[in-house]
C-alpha cells in the first residue's frame, strides 16, 4: 500500500508570492490534515478536510487556505507569502475523523526569500 | 495557549540506558495519546498509542505510561540505540470526538555510543 505522497518535496518562492501544495493520502482514507513545523515550535494544525468538507481549522490567518477532492487528494495554498512562512509542510492521512492515528508524508520544505 | 507540553527540548542518553521523555497536557478531555518519532527531512511516524482506559502499553523497546490524574505521560526506551536519535513528538486528541490530534513541540534525543 503506497504511503502519503506529497508534492513538490522542496520549494522556493520570493515574498508576495503564492504556493500551492499537494498530498495524496494512503488509499482508503478520507481524512487529510496539514501540518506546518518550524523550529522550535512542533507541529502547527493548520486545518483537516473529510469527504471534501473543512472539518477543522488550525489559528492561522486567512492566506491559508485548503481543499480536498473527491478522491481524497487535497492542497493547500497560502497567498502573499511572508518571510514567516518558511517551513516544513506536513500532511497526514487517517481513515475517518475517529481512527485518531495518522500516517504522514515526508513533507514540503517551502522557503520564502 | 499550548495543550500538549514537551518541556524538554533536548535529552542526550548514554547507548543502552533508559530514555525517559515526558509529556504534559492540560485538556482534561483528551483520551487518546501517541508518540511519534521524526527524522530530519523525513515525515513522523507513528510508535506507540495508548488510551485513557489503560496506564501502561508496551510495544518492543518502547514503553508508555499515562498518569491521568497528573495529566501526564512518558516515554521510555530500553535499552537506546543510536538509531532512536531523532525528534520525539507527543500527541492527544478525543478518541470519540471529531478533533485533530494536537502535537507538542518535540523533544530531541541524542543516543550517544
Known amino acids: 500500500k503506497a504511503g502519503v505522497t506529497q508534492t513538490p518535496r522542496y520549494l522556493i518562492k520570493t515574498r508576495g508570492q503564492q504556493v500551492t501544495l499537494s498530498c495524496s493520502p494512503i488509499?482508503?482514507?478520507?481524512?487529510v490534515s496539514w501540518y506546518q513545523q518550524t523550529p522550535g515550535q512542533g507541529l502547527q494544525f493548520l486545518f483537516e478536510?473529510?469527504?471534501?468538507?473543512?472539518?477543522n481549522k488550525g489559528n492561522f490567518p486567512g492566506r491559508f487556505s485548503g481543499r480536498q477532492f473527491s478522491n481524497s487528494r487535497s492542497e493547500m495554498n497560502v497567498s502573499t507569502l511572508e518571510l514567516g512562512d518558511s517551513a516544513l509542510y506536513l500532511c497526514?492521512?487517517?481513515?475517518?475523523?475517529?481512527?485518531?492515528?495518522?500516517?504522514f508524508g515526508q513533507g514540503t520544505r517551502l522557503t520564502v526569500v | 495557549d499550548q495543550q500538549v507540553k514537551q518541556n524538554s527540548p533536548s535529552l542526550s542518553v548514554q547507548e543502552g540506558r533508559i530514555s525517559i521523555l515526558n509529556c504534559d497536557y492540560t485538556?482534561?478531555?483528551?483520551?487518546?495519546f501517541l508518540w511519534y518519532k521524526k527524522y530530519p527531512a523525513e515525515g513522523p511516524t507513528f510508535l506507540i498509542s495508548i488510551s485513557s482506559i489503560k496506564d501502561k502499553n508496551e510495544d518492543g523497546r518502547f514503553t508508555v505510561f499515562l498518569n491521568k490524574s497528573a495529566k501526564h505521560l512518558s516515554l521510555h526506551i530500553v535499552p537506546s540505540q543510536p538509531g532512536d536519535s531523532a525528534v520525539y513528538f507527543c500527541?492527544?486528541?478525543?478518541?470519540?470526538?471529531?478533533?485533530?490530534?494536537?502535537f507538542g513541540k518535540g523533544t530531541r534525543l541524542s543516543v550517544i555510543a
Open positions: 478536510y473529510f469527504s471534501e468538507t473543512q472539518r
Open positions: 488509499s482508503g482514507h478520507r481524512s
Open positions: 500527541a492527544a486528541s478525543l478518541l470519540s470526538g471529531n478533533t485533530p490530534l494536537v
Open positions: 485538556n482534561s478531555m483528551f483520551d487518546y
Open positions: 497526514a492521512s487517517r481513515q475517518g475523523l475517529t481512527n485518531t492515528e495518522a500516517f
